[in-house]
């Protein structure tokens, strides 16, 4: 699905084939199982559109310039010290390009007056958009969806946890025996491999049908937490180093929401995964205008079945209002 042409979305895939023919290296953004889904998604559509990649390892200032790079999408170009933040800083005076694809940004003025003009910058939502037009001075600012609303969900979820859990190894073991420099770093394949424990902390659902996930880091609200609370965003946090470990955790995301009936959420890619899987969703805020930005740039008038809540608590008080609030 495409976001409404009124807001003057440009097509990713067009620019990047136009921007670098040759191929891009891709520079994963680090994160939990929303990211792990974006990333999935983002793999996905580089394979639909034809376009080659590479994925970039930890030498960056080996690899990074003269060459097209694309940094992942996401919620990380937030802060001055984020990574994608010290990413850009050294990447975007040696890259022939650099694009960030869609993305929340804000609090980084001055990393954005810097920011070279062959830096091409995607943001997610208008609120973001805005900002980064005014803070930029040279860097090019365009808007588009997030990532993960051109996944194949249906793919994704035939994925095999088994294969998934073989590949990622095989991966590890690749990199101990220096065949590739883009490999999953050990705590990760520590995690894959205590996926089956980690998956009875995924609580099954229960005769309401209903999934609680709210979030317990640092974009978490004050309101108390309900009973029955499953961050899986948290739990399904594998990385995404690699493409196998990124559609490993996509794939566990997706199936852990799809047994539901309705979900109760302030995390962003839960209620974006359970509104592309036809569920129905109660969305809430997080701690800032980033979920709100998204669901009137994306959600909402696509997704009938996402009411938005806002600020409301996590209780029966949280549902009542919204009924009473904007939403499809």
Not at 22 to 35: A, K, R, S, T, W
Not at 88 to 104: D, G, K, N, S, Y
Request: with cysteine; net charge positive.
């Amino acid at each position: 699905m495409s976001p409404p042409a009124a807001y003057g979305c440009t097509d990713v895939g067009d620019y990047l084939r136009e921007l670098a023919p040759e191929g891009v290296l891709y520079i994963p953004n680090p994160g939990n199982g929303g990211d792990s889904f974006i990333a999935a998604a983002t793999f996905q559509y580089f394979h639909r559109i034809g376009l080659s990649f590479e994925v970039a390892g930890r030498d960056l200032a080996r690899t990074a310039p003269g060459r097209v790079c694309v940094y992942s999408g996401g919620g990380n170009l937030i802060a001055p010290d984020s990574r994608s933040a010290t990413v850009l800083r050294m990447i975007a005076p040696v890259a022939r390009a650099v694009v960030v694809l869609p993305h929340t940004i804000t609090n980084v003025d001055e990393l954005l007056r810097d920011l070279p003009e062959s830096c091409h910058l995607f943001c997610r939502e208008l609120t973001s958009y805005d900002y980064a037009r005014r803070a930029s001075r040279r860097a090019k600012v365009l808007l588009a969806e997030d990532m993960a609303f051109r996944a194949d969900v249906d793919e994704l979820r035939r994925r095999s946890v088994a294969v998934g859990i073989v590949s990622v190894t095989g991966e590890l073991a690749l990199r101990v025996l220096g065949g590739t420099a883009a490999a999953p770093p050990g705590r990760a394949v520590w995690r894959v491999w205590c996926l089956p424990r980690m998956r009875r902390a995924l609580k099954p659902p229960d005769a309401t049908g209903v999934l609680n996930c709210f979030r317990i880091d640092a974009e978490r609200t004050d309101a108390p937490l309900p009973e029955r609370n499953v961050d899986v965003s948290d739990l399904v946090s594998f990385g995404t180093d690699t493409e196998a470990l990124t559609a490993l955790g996509a794939a566990v995301f997706l199936d852990y929401i799809g047994r539901f009936r309705i979900v109760r959420t302030n995390r962003l890619h839960v209620a974006i995964a359970a509104a592309v899987l036809g569920l129905e969703v109660e969305f809430f805020s997080n701690n800032y205008y980033k979920n709100r930005a998204i669901y009137e740039m994306s959600i909402v008038g696509r997704f009938p079945k996402v009411r938005w809540v806002g600020s409301g608590d996590y209780g029966e008080g949280g549902r009542a209002k919204a009924a009473g609030l904007c939403g499809g």
